[in-house]
């Protein structure tokens, strides 16, 4: 696999290289300007197998723009391009799906200025015109057509408040709370291929999360719940929904959180990925299977040392994705006896408009957006055992820095993190910076170390900066996260920022013991459950000498009041807020105040709905009271991700000066 073929030599530890402080190149690193980053996304393979589809779009180096995207269509033979299509300047596309006989490629173009949002057909013949089929006032999203061609279903929030998602900045809530507590609901549309009126057969009181039609076009399974939609994934049915509009029939209520759906090809068993997860959106867990009819839910892999990320059915054959260690794996499992085959295993992320791979109808091709940290992305497409990239646009982007995979122990755990470092490095001692990733449910996977905002990864921080300047960069997954089992995953309930930060501080001795960083410069920073274990490390740990914490919890207590998501909060602490507090209090930064020390930048969106701005404010204060150096910066209209890429460039600036000031570089 030529994208991986550079960082597979790197795999192995870095001990077994030598790594010591004589190990490194004694040259002072070189800042070179980068070329424009060509992004693929919502990608969408043809049902035979022979073009592939994406939302193309081209990002340079300190824009602060939101580049506009085109939809692209290519060869999978050669990656030629066929046809693009813009219908919309003001538009965003994406939703891509292709028709059944892949003659035709659905899309939602959403003009979130307007409010507005269009589901439209493209025809393969690129001369043909750009057919709209139906207008949602709100928001649009997940097109699938019907088995047989006949209909197009999608989501659709109409008159919605808000974009859809808890990480999207809130609605603005003034008033009559009450009055104003009327949950946006998404739900199932269809519409006719040839256009007419849209259908919701859904139910106006559900929201629908993820949906797929059954294999004889008289439904769809999808998990689903009743009420406020940012909330209520976390406690999700699985459930089957006639497309005449009949009764919702539940098929399973796991105790786990469910995410992709998916129906066999008879129609007689329904597969889903189960675990414990903290935000939609971020899949890891077990392969669960259920009959169609209802019942009870199998997991067909328990024990399983790795993490399914997504999963679709190809005939007989249930095709996976699963993070292994650091490793994205792609295979295939058995329903029956559980057995996994794994197909290919790469230190790479992989991307798709619908899981991480896209499939040809018979699974012979599969095609994704594959990057590392070294290499750009690329679309790759064949099969599987051997596929390559058909796309070559980002060619001339070199790597930015060096990316190794490094193992340690900790309390008896297995951990593995990536370390970052620059390409070239001056002799003597090195600052670094340790980043942990949100979540907890997730992991720090490989993506391209790039020179535009939207080429790094929100909570990631500045790195191609730091790397230019010097310093090293850490990105530990540490028990909670994924990639090593449900039981890994689980081993942080009712115990965040104690095991976890363990491991994390382990993973700095143990890159202190091969790379030449300077225990003296240490930085710590993370976003989200990243921010919450910032704040969490800054109370529990002299180690570090500057801090970054990103739309974090401070507060537990508080924080189970204030936050539009406090369904996600009893799986890992094991009650309500109100029913033990002694374990929300116990895990508190706030608790453990006047134990902090190291200076701390902080920042929050203003209408963050998943970690609201009022938690960073306490933490703010309470470092003000007990006199550590801080600064806070609310960005006004921003949610739980700093978006705006104007917003994104003032933030990387401001981490930069802030770690620069107290480490020294």
């Known amino acids: 696999m030529a994208v991986a073929k550079g960082l597979m030599g790197a795999i192995a530890s870095l001990a077994s290289l030598g790594w010591g402080l004589s190990g490194w190149s004694a040259a002072v690193a070189q800042s070179v300007p980068t070329p424009a980053l060509h992004?693929?996304?919502?990608?969408?393979?043809?049902?035979?197998?022979?073009?592939?589809?994406?939302?193309?779009?081209?990002?340079?180096?300190?824009?602060?723009?939101?580049?506009?995207?085109?939809?692209?269509?290519?060869?999978?033979?050669?990656?030629?391009?066929?046809?693009?299509?813009?219908?919309?300047?003001?538009?965003?596309?994406?939703?891509?799906?292709?028709?059944?006989?892949?003659?035709?490629?659905?899309?939602?173009?959403?003009?979130?200025?307007?409010?507005?949002?269009?589901?439209?057909?493209?025809?393969?013949?690129?001369?043909?015109?750009?057919?709209?089929?139906?207008?949602?006032?709100?928001?649009?999203?997940?097109?699938?057509?019907?088995?047989?061609?006949?209909?197009?279903?999608?989501?659709?929030?109409?008159?919605?408040?808000?974009?859809?998602?808890?990480?999207?900045?809130?609605?603005?809530?003034?008033?009559?709370?009450?009055?104003?507590?009327?949950?946006?609901?998404?739900?199932?549309?269809?519409?006719?291929?040839?256009?007419?009126?849209?259908?919701?057969?859904?139910?106006?009181?559900?929201?629908?999360?993820?949906?797929?039609?059954?294999?004889?076009?008289?439904?769809?399974?999808?998990?689903?719940?009743?009420?406020?939609?940012?909330?209520?994934?976390?406690?999700?049915?699985?459930?089957?929904?006639?497309?005449?509009?009949?009764?919702?029939?539940?098929?399973?209520?796991?105790?786990?959180?469910?995410?992709?759906?998916?129906?066999?090809?008879?129609?007689?068993?329904?597969?889903?990925?189960?675990?414990?997860?903290?935000?939609?959106?971020?899949?890891?867990?077990?392969?669960?299977?259920?009959?169609?009819?209802?019942?009870?839910?199998?997991?067909?892999?328990?024990?399983?040392?790795?993490?399914?990320?997504?999963?679709?059915?190809?005939?007989?054959?249930?095709?996976?994705?699963?993070?292994?260690?650091?490793?994205?794996?792609?295979?295939?499992?058995?329903?029956?006896?559980?057995?996994?085959q794994v197909l290919r295993a790469d230190p790479v992320s992989l991307s798709a408009g619908d899981g991480r791979i896209a499939l040809s109808a018979d699974g012979a091709i599969a095609s994704a957006v594959v990057q590392d940290f070294e290499h750009a992305p690329a679309i790759y497409a064949g099969p599987i055992a051997s596929w390559a990239p058909i796309t070559h646009d980002n060619a001339a982007l070199a790597p930015q820095v060096e990316a190794h995979s490094v193992n340690w122990t900790s309390d008896g755990f297995d951990v593995q993190g990536w370390l970052l470092a620059p390409r070239k490095v001056s002799a003597g001692l090195h600052p670094m910076v340790v980043v942990i990733h949100g979540g907890p449910s997730a992991a720090a996977t490989p993506s391209y170390v790039a020179s535009v905002a939207g080429g790094s990864v929100v909570g990631r921080g500045p790195i191609k900066d730091l790397v230019d300047r010097g310093y090293f960069v850490l990105l530990p997954n540490p028990r909670g996260s994924y990639g090593q089992g449900e039981a890994f995953t689980r081993a942080n309930i009712r115990d965040f920022g104690g095991g976890d930060l363990r491991d994390i501080l382990a993973g700095v001795d143990a890159v202190e013991k091969i790379a030449p960083v300077d225990d003296r410069r240490l930085g710590v920073m993370g976003h989200s459950y990243g921010g919450f274990m910032t704040m969490w490390t800054v109370t529990h740990s002299q180690r570090f000498k500057a801090a970054v914490a990103g739309a974090g919890v401070s507060n537990w207590i508080s924080y189970y009041g204030e936050n539009g998501i406090d369904e996600w909060m009893p799986p890992f602490f094991g009650a309500t807020a109100y029913d033990d507090p002694a374990i929300y209090v116990k895990l508190s930064p706030l608790t453990t105040i006047k134990d902090a020390h190291t200076p701390t930048f902080l920042y929050v969106g203003e209408r963050d709905v998943e970690c609201p701005e009022p938690q960073t404010l306490e933490f703010w204060r309470g470092l003000k009271a007990v006199g550590v150096p801080t600064q806070m910066i609310v960005y006004a209209g921003e949610g739980h991700g700093i978006r705006q890429p104007a917003d994104y460039l003032d933030l990387e600036r401001r981490e930069l000066g802030w770690l620069d000031r107290y480490l020294a570089p």
């Open 39 to 340: 992004q693929h996304s919502d990608l969408a393979l043809s049902p035979a197998g022979d073009r592939v589809a994406t939302v193309d779009s081209l990002e340079a180096a300190g824009d602060a723009t939101t580049p506009h995207g085109q939809i692209v269509v290519r060869s999978v033979a050669g990656g030629r391009e066929l046809a693009r299509f813009d219908p919309c300047a003001a538009c965003s596309y994406d939703a891509l799906a292709w028709s059944p006989d892949g003659k035709s490629l659905a899309f939602i173009a959403s003009d979130h200025k307007a409010g507005t949002a269009l589901l439209e057909v493209a025809s393969s013949d690129a001369a043909a015109p750009v057919r709209p089929l139906a207008r949602i006032v709100g928001v649009a999203d997940v097109a699938r057509w019907s088995p047989d061609g006949s209909r197009i279903a999608f989501l659709a929030t109409p008159g919605a408040h808000k974009l859809t998602g808890a990480t999207q900045p809130g609605a603005v809530q003034v008033g009559d709370l009450d009055a104003l507590d009327v949950a946006d609901e998404q739900r199932i549309g269809v519409v006719a291929a040839d256009g007419g009126e849209v259908t919701y057969v859904s139910p106006a009181d559900t929201f629908v999360y993820e949906y797929t039609w059954t294999p004889d076009g008289r439904g769809f399974v999808a998990t689903a719940a009743k009420g406020n939609g940012d909330n209520n994934w976390w406690i999700a049915k699985l459930v089957a929904i006639d497309a005449k509009g009949a009764d919702v029939r539940v098929i399973a209520s796991p105790t786990t959180q469910l995410n992709f759906p998916t129906v066999s090809a008879d129609g007689r068993t329904v597969a889903f990925i189960g675990g414990l997860m903290s935000d939609f959106g971020s899949v890891g867990g077990d392969v669960y299977t259920v009959p169609f009819a209802g019942g009870a839910a199998v997991d067909v892999t328990p024990g399983y040392k790795g993490s399914f990320t997504s999963l679709a059915w190809s005939g007989d054959r249930l095709f996976v994705t699963a993070l292994i260690k650091d490793r994205m794996a792609i295979g295939k499992i058995d329903p029956a006896s559980g057995s996994v």
